[in-house]
């Protein structure tokens, strides 16, 4: 029913870019928020970015480094990393809190599959 399809992933030196991109598909009615999380092994999901009606909030070991853009009119959203270290190194999850048509009024969240950032020389 609803669909999130990361890209943009892959190995990266460090003081490196990379630009993730995420596409929502689907029966979409509104989208509230959309956002990045990771996972790196051996730890726990982090919040990253997230972005809500313009508002942006930032994981506190990426703030300065990477910036979360959203694309309202394809259900898109973007991270743009730079200045990667290996700490970064990671499976990176896209979110979207939405509505779908038949539920308009109901909020729910869902995930994309991930993609892997691997930051190393």
């Known amino acids: 029913q609803v669909q999130l399809v990361e890209s943009g992933g892959g190995l990266v030196q460090p003081g490196g870019s990379l630009r993730l991109s995420c596409a929502a598909s689907?029966?979409?009615?509104?989208?509230?928020?959309m956002g990045w999380y990771r996972q790196a092994p051996g730890k726990q999901r982090e919040l990253v970015a997230v972005i809500k009606s313009g508002s942006t909030n930032y994981g506190d070991s990426v703030k300065g480094r990477f910036t979360i853009s959203r694309d309202n009119a394809n259900n898109t959203v973007f991270l743009q990393m730079n200045s990667l270290k290996p700490e970064d190194t990671a499976v990176y999850y896209c979110t979207a809190q939405l509505a779908v048509y038949g539920r308009q009024f109901v909020w729910n969240d869902y995930w994309g599959q991930g993609t892997q950032v691997t930051v190393s020389s």
């Open positions: 689907g029966t979409i009615f509104s989208i509230n928020a």
